[in-house]
């Protein structure tokens, strides 16, 4: 079940810019015992989900492995406008990165160019050491 | 203060400067059925902890009367610099939001003077249905600021 944009909903649209542009969301997780995760995620928004790439062994993969509900928010303004918050489930991809980049790595290369230069790595480097992929799939979007 | 906080540290300088203020914090927290709950709030660093003033029937007020763990991070720079991540407990205050303004309320209506006039309100307006205080006590701080 893939969530809708509301054409004629302003936070709506806002929301969708936002997924295509911002750099940074937070991806929330549940540990084994029951204790939220966040962390700052650089993610791309393809085909209605989010894909989150991951060293293989971290908190967050773990965490999805054992408990799938996530919810995945993006910036707001400093006085709390641009609201996003997807409600949604997250899953480790079969795939692993190097296999993604075949169908996102244009699109991720062009979103994350400064990123990468700023870490020092190529895309396929990011790709050897990030190889997992998280795979978000929203159901609920709340935005105002 | 608690121990969480090293002030000798710059990092965790900045991340306490951050927490007295920064307008938003994102509260996470874990719903009666499991799932994680993530919802945008107006914070106040206190004495050590981190106070959130909340309506009565809301479902961070829910998650939080079945289970108390917490995160509470700020937004970090656009390129992902600036990160403040607090894991904490948190309980709902045995006093009204009105009970605490004796001793935080001036600060609390300076923090969020603009705020206030975004929404409308005043601090005694707002107080009237914000009436639930989230107390949450960090038990670990993650910050790094480059």
């Not at chain 1, 936002?18 to 650089?42: C, F, M, N, Y």
């Not at chain 1, 997250?90 to 990468?116: C, F």
């Not at chain 2, 948190?90 to 206030?116: F, H, Q, V």
């Amino acid at each position: 079940m893939a969530i809708t944009f509301d054409q004629q909903n302003p936070a709506h649209q806002t929301a969708l810019r936002k997924l295509e542009s911002d750099q940074i969301a937070w991806l929330t997780t549940i540990r084994s015992g029951g204790r939220p995760h966040s962390v700052p995620v650089w993610f791309l928004w393809h085909d209605g989900e989010l894909l989150v790439f991951s060293e293989s062994e971290t908190v967050k993969t773990r965490n999805v492995r054992g408990n799938a509900n996530a919810v995945m928010n993006l910036h707001a303004t400093p006085d709390g406008g641009e609201v996003v918050i997807l409600d949604g489930t997250a899953a480790i991809s079969d795939r692993d990165t190097a296999g993604w980049l075949a169908t996102v790595g244009e699109a991720y290369e062009r979103k994350y160019a400064g990123g990468l230069w700023g870490l020092g790595l190529t895309l396929e480097q990011m790709a050897a050491q990030y190889s997992a992929v998280i795979v978000f799939t929203p159901t609920k979007l709340s935005a105002w | 203060m608690t121990m969480v906080f090293n002030e000798a540290d710059p990092e965790h300088q900045h991340a306490l400067r951050r927490l007295q203020d920064d307008e938003i914090g994102w509260l996470g927290s874990v719903r009666p059925d499991g799932r994680p709950h993530t919802a945008p709030v107006w914070f106040f660093w206190h004495d050590g902890r981190i106070l959130i003033f909340s309506e009565e029937r809301t479902q961070k007020i829910r998650n939080l009367r079945h289970a108390g763990n917490v995160t509470l991070n700020l937004d970090s720079a656009d390129e992902g610099e600036d990160i403040v991540i607090v894991e904490g407990t948190a309980e709902i205050s045995d006093r009204p939001a009105m009970d605490w303004m004796p001793e935080m309320g001036e600060a609390y209506r300076a923090k969020y003077t603009n705020g206030l006039a975004i929404i409308g309100k005043t601090l005694e307006a707002m107080l009237a249905t914000y009436t639930q205080v989230i107390i949450i006590t960090p038990v670990k701080l993650i910050a790094w600021s480059r």
